[in-house]
């Protein structure tokens, strides 16, 4: 289950309706999926994606979204190091991003200016799904040994393509 840790206010959210109403006066969507799809560990992407489709289908129909892939980041993934850094680096996309967590774990720091100046760090797991809206400041870290497989949702995969800010923001959390 998520936590959400806002480090300026020294403040922590374990609570599950907690989580998602600070996210939600925010513009983000968070919701838990149920995981138990009875999938082997190393199962293909289209297994994943099938296993999956019960939640999936009706959700993307619901808010528009037209395709869906998987990502999986292991510490055998080629170039890992500069892939990470990319997902550090605060960035917008002209497209909501979507990710349920299948497995592993990550955090989403998000940079508010609409509530306040505002910075929090939403820590993701199996089961785990949030949406960021499309022109949000964040960034993602995968964490220094990642083992992640997540579902990703689009309407147009070419409204992913990072916008980054070069605010430096980032660097005070790390």
């Given at each position: 289950?998520?936590?959400?840790?806002?480090?300026?206010?020294?403040?922590?959210?374990?609570?599950?309706?907690?989580?998602?109403?600070?996210?939600?006066?925010?513009?983000?969507?968070?919701?838990?999926?149920?995981t138990?799809?009875?999938?082997?560990?190393?199962?293909?992407?289209?297994?994943?994606?099938?296993?999956?489709?019960?939640?999936l289908?009706?959700?993307?129909?619901?808010?528009?979204?037209?395709?869906?892939?998987?990502?999986?980041?292991?510490?055998?993934?080629?170039?890992?190091?500069?892939?990470?850094?990319?997902?550090?680096?605060?960035?917008?996309?002209?497209?909501?991003?979507?990710?349920?967590?299948?497995?592993?774990?990550?955090?989403?720091?998000?940079?508010?200016?609409?509530?306040?100046?505002?910075?929090?760090?939403l820590?993701?797991?199996?089961?785990?799904?949030?949406?960021?809206?499309?022109?949000?400041?964040?960034?993602?870290?995968?964490?220094?040994?990642?083992?992640?497989?997540?579902?990703?949702?689009?309407?147009?995969?070419?409204?992913?393509?990072?916008?980054?800010?070069?605010?430096?923001?980032?660097q005070?959390?790390?």
């Amino acid at each position: 289950m998520a936590t959400l840790r806002m480090p300026d206010k020294d403040m922590l959210l374990t609570d599950e309706q907690a989580i998602s109403l600070f996210l939600d006066q925010r513009g983000i969507f968070y919701q838990r999926w149920p995981t138990d799809t009875g999938l082997p560990s190393d199962a293909t992407d289209t297994q994943v994606l099938a296993a999956n489709n019960h939640w999936l289908e009706p959700f993307m129909k619901k808010h528009g979204y037209q395709t869906s892939d998987i990502i999986r980041v292991t510490p055998q993934t080629p170039n890992l190091p500069a892939i990470r850094e990319k997902f550090l680096r605060e960035h917008t996309h002209s497209e909501d991003e979507i990710r349920y967590f299948v497995h592993g774990q990550g955090v989403f720091w998000f940079h508010t200016e609409s509530v306040q100046d505002e910075v929090f760090a939403l820590f993701c797991e199996q089961g785990d799904l949030v949406s960021v809206p499309a022109d949000t400041k964040h960034w993602f870290d995968l964490g220094i040994h990642p083992n992640v497989c997540a579902i990703r949702v689009f309407t147009n995969q070419a409204g992913w393509v990072p916008q980054y800010t070069e605010s430096g923001i980032e660097q005070r959390y790390r």
